[in-house]
Structures are given as C-alpha cells and as structure tokens.
C-alpha cells in the first residue's frame, strides 16, 4: 500500500488473477482493456516475473502504445510467514527490439534465458528512430528505471517514482 493513493492520482490495475481464468486471447482482451487511458505502466518484480508471460504481454504492449514504465523490487516485503527474498531478475533485461535498417520500425524480442527470439504477440510497430540507432537491438532496461520497495521507501516515494517516469 502506499499513503495517499487516491490523491496521488493513480490507481491499481492488476489483472493477474481474472487472467487464470481466460484463454489467450481473452487475457490480452483484458490487459489492452486496462491499459486504455494510462499512462504510466509499473512492473512489480518478484522472483520470476522476468519469465512470466502475460507480464511480459504487458509491459510489451505497454511500451508499443507509448507508455513510460518502471519496475519496483518487491522480495524486501515480507510474505505473509514474515520471509523476504532474493531480488528477482529485471525483466526489462529480457525483453527489447530492434530497429530497422531505415529507422521506420522495430519488432520485439524476448529473451528466454539463453537466447533472443522475435515476440509473435505484437507486430512490428511503425515509428522513426534517429539515423544512429538504425539497424541497432535495445534492450528495455537501456531506458527503464528500478526501485527498490524496502530500501527506496517505496511507501513515501511510490508517487515520486511515478512522476519521474512520465
């Protein structure tokens, strides 16, 4: 939780667990759904979110329709047997694109743990890109910012973290 939240003008929008209960295509109806008239995508990142699929679908699509994004480390939060956990990979690191050798466009790319594969879940998104990132890959870690929950004070700087990424 956070202080303030009403105030600070955001809300929460995570659909994970209505997304056990739908096909594919349902779930991606519902997460472009909760995305219409956002902004500001965050991330919550815990031990395996790196690889988890529709969090993947979502920062993806959040970033294709122009959102900022940013992540927030949760393992320093107590479970409810009172354990935290090890930091979780960024999943900004496992997920990119690569522009083309004009500049017009980029397709994405995931990556798996071993290997970079295209991302069939979107297409390539039409766009124009400075001549020197032509024909370049990116990761999205190259521009999106971390926090750290426990030790950032994310209770206090939740809405700062949010300001920062618009």
């Known amino acids: 939780m956070t202080k303030e939240t009403d105030e600070a003008g955001f809300f ?16 991606k109806r ?12 965050c991330a919550l990142i815990g031990t395996e979110t ?13 970033f294709d ?12 939060v107590r479970d409810k047997n009172r354990q935290t956990f090890p930091n979780g990979n960024n999943p900004f690191d496992y997920l990119g694109f690569i522009v083309s050798d004009d500049g017009t466009s980029h397709m994405y790319y995931t990556h798996d ?8 879940e ?13 024909g370049k890959g990116f990761k999205l870690s190259t521009w999106v910012p971390c926090f750290d ?11 700062t973290w949010v300001e920062k990424a618009k």
Not at 12 to 27: C, P, Q, R, T
Not at 113 to 120: A, I, L, N, T
Not at 125 to 134: D, L, M
Not at 149 to 159: K, R
């Open 12 to 27: 929460d929008a995570s659909i994970w667990e209505d997304a056990k209960l739908h096909g594919a295509s349902s779930v």
């Open 30 to 41: 519902l997460i472009d759904s909760n995305l219409e008239n956002t902004s500001v995508t």
């Open 50 to 62: 790196w690889k988890r699929e529709w969090v993947r679908y979502e920062i993806l699509k959040s």
């Open 65 to 76: 329709r122009g959102n900022s994004l940013f992540g927030i480390h949760i393992n320093g």
């Open 113 to 120: 743990g071993s290997s970079w594969s295209k991302y069939e």
């Open 122 to 134: 979107l297409a390539t998104k039409k766009t124009n890109y400075p001549r020197e990132h032509w």
């Open 149 to 159: 929950w426990e030790a950032g004070n994310g209770y206090e700087n939740f809405p």
